[in-house]
């Protein structure tokens, strides 16, 4: 059956930091995944898309990587700082006229100060 | 501009209820997505509308129903409310301009219902 796991329910990083949080997937071929931040009471705000053609995305201290022989991704936030306490989503999108997104169950992410 | 807007944003229902929950896209945008997203199964599709057609269907019975107007504003419906519908209810925009169409989507707030 089709899975998506995020490596771990709760993370607590120190300030400074790396945080680098996992989204392993079974039996998809996704066109694409992107990842999400969410906090409590509101809804995900869109972080990064990444392509099964690519590698790695960057944007300021956040990167992914996508690796779809391992089915695998990896979100990096470098130099963590409390306000990037939230919980983090990884999603899977099929391609172009299927744009039905299914998400993993999320990593709660603590910056500790 | 605008984000994405959903009302109302609580409700509380009996089972047996009936609920609609409103959904209005960012200005310009076609498709509308909804979501579920409860503790225990984490966020799961629903349905999406694009042009007034349900273009993409979720794993949930048919008591859950939608529909998208003209002005691409969308309702969602649940008929016959259970416990096991308490939820936070989400919906997405995207602008689904051109071909590829993995443009970001745009949540909103959601609106949260809790069955009694």
């Known amino acids: 059956s089709q899975k998506i796991e995020q490596n771990s329910e709760a993370l607590n990083i120190q300030e400074g930091k790396t945080a680098t949080l996992t989204c392993n997937y079974t039996?998809?071929?996704?066109?694409?995944l992107q990842w999400y931040r969410q906090d409590p009471g509101r809804g995900p705000v869109f972080l990064l898309l990444?392509?099964?053609?690519?590698k790695e995305k960057r944007k300021e201290r956040l990167k992914v990587t996508f690796d779809t022989t391992l089915k695998q991704s990896l979100f990096h936030i470098t130099a963590s700082q409390p306000a990037d306490s939230a919980t983090y989503l990884c999603?899977?999108?099929?391609?172009?006229?299927?744009?039905?997104?299914?998400f993993g169950t999320g990593t709660r992410l603590t910056i500790i100060p | 501009k605008a984000g994405v807007t959903q009302t109302p944003r609580y409700l509380i229902k009996t089972r047996g209820q009936q609920v609609t929950l409103s959904c209005s896209p960012i200005?310009?945008?076609?498709?509308v997505s909804w979501y579920q997203q409860t503790p225990g199964q984490g966020l799961q599709f629903l349905f999406e509308?694009?042009?007034?057609?349900?273009?993409n269907k979720g794993n949930f019975p048919g008591r859950f129903s939608g529909r998208q107007f003209s002005n691409s504003r969308s309702e969602m419906n649940v008929s016959t409310l259970e416990l096991g519908d308490s939820a936070l209810y989400l919906c997405?925009?995207?602008?689904?301009?051109?071909?590829?169409?993995?443009?970001?989507?745009?949540f909103g707030p959601g609106t949260r219902l809790l069955v009694l």
């Open positions: 997405a925009s995207r602008a689904a301009a051109g071909a590829g169409g993995q443009e970001t989507q745009y």
């Open positions: 039996n998809y071929s996704p066109a694409y």
């Open positions: 990444i392509r099964e053609n690519e």
């Open positions: 999603a899977l999108g099929l391609g172009f006229g299927n744009e039905k997104l299914t």
């Open positions: 200005s310009g945008h076609r498709s």
């Open positions: 509308y694009f042009s007034e057609t349900q273009r």
